[in-house]
């Protein structure tokens, strides 16, 4: 009992002490950080909407994207100027024509157009050059883009595994720590009637500790899992 003490003494020491320290490098000036006795755990991820999301939020993709759709519309605007351009114009002119100083209304209406066609042959080769350097930056943006995306897929799926591995402990842990419970309260009954003696009380007690030390642990890995996954 009093080695329990001690160590319950000495882990309120070190989590005062994680606490200040954790205060200070968040800055905070009201006094230490309060945390909770509980760790939770969200089970309901879905591996595909953390692979949507990681999509969505990575900025390089995003930065690689714009790229790409901006080295289309280059490519699509260099080949526009390969059509002949063609220009047309339309004039309307009235004219009175005056004879000496007395004026003669006799007027002279006239419709004018003319249409222009120009066909960009000596600038054919710059219009190709053009296309094939935006091409060519368009396939590369393409190229980073399925790289990251696989980088990214890579990553997911084994914080993935990794996530799902310590919910299936947590599982074992929590099984593991009912039926240790269910043996101290055994025991501790069978101490009282006096069919054992204190040393085996304690070394069952000593199994419910380190199965709820068990099932702390998980819960800490699985929790520790969801925040990379996020």
Same mark, same amino acid.
């Given at each position: 009992l009093n080695e329990d003490r001690s160590n319950l003494e000495q882990s309120r020491q070190q989590l005062a002490i994680q606490?200040?320290?954790l205060s200070e490098l968040l800055g905070r000036s009201e006094?230490? $950080?309060?945390?909770s006795g509980q760790i939770a755990v969200n089970e309901g991820l879905s591996e595909s909407t953390l692979r949507q999301e990681a999509f969505e939020q990575n900025r390089r993709l995003e930065q690689l994207k714009k790229e790409r759709s901006i080295a289309s519309t280059r490519i699509e605007e260099a080949k526009a100027e390969r059509w002949p351009e063609v220009a047309v114009g339309l004039g309307y002119t009235f004219s009175e024509f005056h004879e000496n100083t007395v004026p003669n209304f006799e007027t002279s209406p006239a419709l004018q157009y003319n249409i222009g066609v120009s066909i960009p $042959?000596?600038?054919g080769f710059?219009?190709?050059?053009r296309i094939d350097n935006a091409e060519t930056e368009s396939v590369q943006a393409? $190229?980073? $883009?399925d790289r990251i995306k696989?980088?990214?897929v890579n990553q997911i799926e084994s914080q993935w595994s990794r996530y799902k591995r310590q919910l299936d402990r947590i599982d074992l842990?929590?099984?593991s720590y009912r039926i240790a419970e269910n043996n101290f309260d055994i025991a501790r009954t069978q101490y009282?009637?006096?069919t054992i003696n204190q040393v085996e009380l304690r070394e069952v007690q000593l199994s419910l500790l380190s199965s709820q030390l068990r099932l702390v642990e998980a819960k800490y890995e699985a929790s520790a899992a969801e925040i990379t996954l996020k």
């Open positions: 606490r200040s320290q006094g230490p $950080i309060q945390t $042959i000596f600038r710059n219009i190709s050059r393409e $190229i980073r $883009i696989t980088e990214l842990a929590e099984e009282r009637q006096g």
